[in-house]
């Protein structure tokens, strides 16, 4: 039962990759868990991924945003990913590297390995809410 995955019943719980909802773009594979309040995200991204070519044209907003509208908070499990900010902020987050990153941004892939981050971020969420498929979503 894949609402199983949503409602935890046990003082502890491991995240279900396999019962949560997948949303698919170009060069992306973003795999999203909610846990009660929480959500956490895998978040794949092939070589040659760039937010400005495979996100921001396909969310569902007139006009399109320049920059990432969501704020990240996460883990590198895999790969290099270079993010520039708004701000003049320029940051490379590497494997084993933990980042926070706020709305108004760019981010790519360096390199020629897939990046693979874990989010644990409720903004990121909300700003992508009408995109991210949930587990009990219906099939389209």
Known sequence: NMSDAAAPTAGATLIDWAGAGVTEMPKTKITKVQLGDK???????EPGWKWAECIGP??????KPETCPGSHFGYIAQGTFQITHDD???ITAKTGDAYECKP???AEVVG???VIMIEFSQQMAVAYKEVLK??????E
Request: charged letters at 25%; hydrophobic letters at 35%.
């Open 104 to 106: 108004g941004h760019l």
């Open 112 to 114: 020629d390995e897939a």
């Open 39 to 45: 959500t956490c995200m895998k978040i794949e991204c």
């Open 134 to 139: 949930d587990a009990d979503a219906p099939a």
């Open 58 to 63: 396909n969310l569902p907003m007139d006009p």
């Open 88 to 90: 003049g902020t320029v």
